[in-house]
């Protein structure tokens, strides 16, 4: 993994810290983020969540949380795709 994948892996970690703040605009913040980052470069957006998940020293709610955004995504994502699929 480059350098520019490893920094954005750490920024995602910040923000997914901030997915379970107790401030609620920490959180909008996060999840507006997230949604940005996913649709402007899924490829690397799944390979920060995979890197989190898959990263013992991370903390276990962050690891947790980079474990139901990926799925959430690869969910919607199939959806998306099923639906192409059909149209044609």
């Known amino acids: 993994m480059g350098a ?5 892996a750490q920024q995602m970690l910040t923000i997914l810290e901030k997915t379970v703040s107790q401030n609620q605009d920490d959180q909008k913040q996060a999840m507006d983020y997230m ?6 470069n899924f490829p690397v957006f ?5 890197m989190i998940l ?5 903390q276990s ?15 919607a994502k199939e959806t998306e795709t099923r639906a192409q699929y059909l149209q044609r």
């Open 54 to 58: 898959r990263t013992q020293q991370c």
């Open 4 to 8: 520019a994948n490893e920094q954005a």
């Open 61 to 75: 709610f962050v690891r947790q949380a980079a474990g139901l955004q990926l799925k959430n995504v690869l969910c």
């Open 35 to 40: 949604t940005v980052a996913c649709q402007q």
């Open 46 to 50: 799944v390979q920060c969540l995979s």
